[in-house]
């Protein structure tokens, strides 16, 4: 490709990328040379400035149209914006936790580090968001989970960190493997890593040899992904992980990390397997013939992640757990394919995103202060410092699906995407219904902990002001999203009606 060729594309489409890139590489650059008597605090405060450039570049491209530069290997059409300001947004806040997170050992000399593998990992994710080809989303998925490999076992000296560091290598590896070995299978059948070529070769596919090695794939692909998603029965990574590694990083896994994840599986179960007839006259397609099996994985996927999370001590292993449950609770609308869907789950991960992040700046807060991550020190909160009492409410009621909340819009809309299609997903709208009441025992355990045992001590909490300015955000769009949901759904219906223009 000349140089003419490439100074005509417009690169203006990549601009977030390119300033993520950018900042990072400044970071990286910064962290080589500056004195290490320089408190590398200073190092994340850029990277929030780049994030936030970053949105910023992002909502002046709102108004554009659909548009792909790189023979349509990156596509920035309604979805990829959509899902990729959640990303950014995510990924600022809990930027602002790292910021302030202060480990009693095993990081200080890699803060800098941290840093720049933090943008590295969110520039993965945002790949992914706008990927028309299966070599770019490889790529993205790649340098989103390499990079939190790094991060996850950041603390070398910890043995917990070492641990989920590890167990995260070997099972994202396995994952990797498998979702590579389906898209081999994709790219054998139709002779194109271009997904809507891809899509367009697979419309003439009558033969039932054809149609059963395209299943395989479609079985490998969703088992490799469904690791990365953290769903039940290829979830047991995530507890270790989550526990053994910085607050900050089990946020980002909790929420940047598992948007990329749903991004990642849309982008390709709907522009692969919705081309794939089954029948040789298209009266179904793959997808929505293999329903039932996904919400297998939905219900199994609530089930185990409520009933464990009952048993758990740990703090961190108890929001691993409810993380689990949160994915079985977006794969019912991703296995009901309503017309609802798209929104359910662009809202439902938004609420999601503030909601975790919220949490884990409290969680962050008293496990810096009390050196341990056991469900216990909750215990008068309230006494110590009412307004973290409160917030931590907020959120947990928001996580259970209480009404005045996000979670609970969230939650309403996946039960009427369930029921709104034809046949009605009945038992797992009841499994979802029960699973959400489990949920109430160990959200209101943390509650009660909080407001009606005692304290072992009356010592204040001292918040840092990135750590406050996470919390309140986060506080303040959860009650909003909850009360007044139209404002969420009007920006996205005002900004992204053609939420299926990849498909186009």
Do not use: C
């Not at 936790?97 to 095993?106: F, R, S």
């Not at 490889?138 to 990079?147: A, D, K, M, N």
């Not at 039940?232 to 990329?260: I, N, Q």
């Amino acid at each position: 490709m000349d140089m003419d060729k490439l100074l005509s594309f417009d690169w203006g489409l990549m601009a977030p990328e390119f300033l993520i890139l950018g900042t990072a590489t400044i970071l990286a650059v910064l962290d080589l040379f500056l004195p290490k008597k320089i408190n590398r605090q200073v190092l994340g405060l850029f990277g929030l400035a780049g994030i936030v450039a970053a949105i910023v570049s992002l909502v002046f491209l709102l108004d554009n149209e659909t548009g792909s530069i790189l023979l349509e290997t990156f596509r920035l059409d309604s979805f990829g914006k959509a899902f990729k300001l959640l990303l950014l947004t995510g990924a600022g806040l809990v930027m602002l936790l790292a910021i302030d997170y202060k480990p009693n050992e095993g990081m200080e000399e890699y803060r800098g580090e941290f840093f720049y593998l933090f943008l590295t990992a969110l520039l993965g994710a945002m790949m992914m968001s706008s990927s028309g080809d299966l070599i770019t989303l490889f790529i993205g998925l790649e340098l989103l989970s390499i990079s939190s490999y790094i991060l996850a076992g950041i603390r070398k000296k910890n043995t917990a960190s070492n641990e989920s560091a590890m167990k995260y290598v070997i099972n994202g590896g396995i994952s990797t493997a498998i979702t590579l070995f389906g898209m081999s299978y994709v790219f054998g059948m139709t002779g194109s890593t271009n997904l809507r070529q891809i899509a367009a070769a697979l419309l003439n596919v009558d033969d039932s040899q054809q149609v059963y090695i395209l299943g395989l794939a479609f079985l490998m692909i969703f088992v490799g992904l469904s690791f990365k998603l953290a769903s039940a029965p290829f979830h047991m990574w995530a507890p270790d992980v989550y526990e053994g590694a910085p607050t900050p990083v089990t946020a980002f896994l909790s929420v940047v990390s598992k948007t990329a994840g749903f991004v990642i599986l849309i982008r390709i179960m709907f522009t692969v397997f919705t081309a794939l007839p089954v029948d040789g006259e298209y009266s179904q397609t793959f997808l929505f013939a293999n329903q039932d099996y996904i919400g297998f994985l939905a219900g199994a996927t609530m089930i185990i992640g409520n009933v464990i999370a009952l048993r758990q001590r740990s703090i961190k292993r108890l929001f691993a757990y409810s993380s689990i449950a949160h994915a079985g609770y977006i794969l019912v609308a991703f296995s009901a394919m309503s017309f609802v869907m798209f929104e359910a789950i662009w809202f439902y991960l938004l609420a999601y995103l503030f909601m975790n992040v919220g949490a884990f700046a409290i969680i962050q807060l008293l496990t810096m202060k009390e050196g341990t991550e056991d469900i216990s020190h909750f215990a008068g909160l309230y006494r110590r410092s009412p307004l973290l009492a409160v917030a931590m409410a907020i959120f947990l009621l928001s996580l259970a699906g209480i009404p005045g909340t996000a979670g609970f819009i969230g939650k309403i809309q996946i039960f009427i995407g369930a029921l709104m299609v034809s046949p009605a997903h009945y038992v797992l709208v009841s499994i979802m219904i029960a699973t959400t009441v489990v949920s109430y025992f160990y959200y209101f355990g943390i509650m009660t902990q909080i407001f009606f045992r005692p304290a072992a001590h009356h010592e204040k909490i001292a918040i840092q002001p990135g750590t406050a300015v996470a919390i309140i955000v986060s506080a303040a769009a959860t009650i909003l999203f909850g009360i007044m949901p139209q404002l969420a759904y009007g920006f996205l219906e005002s900004n992204f009606k053609a939420f299926l223009d990849f498909l186009a």
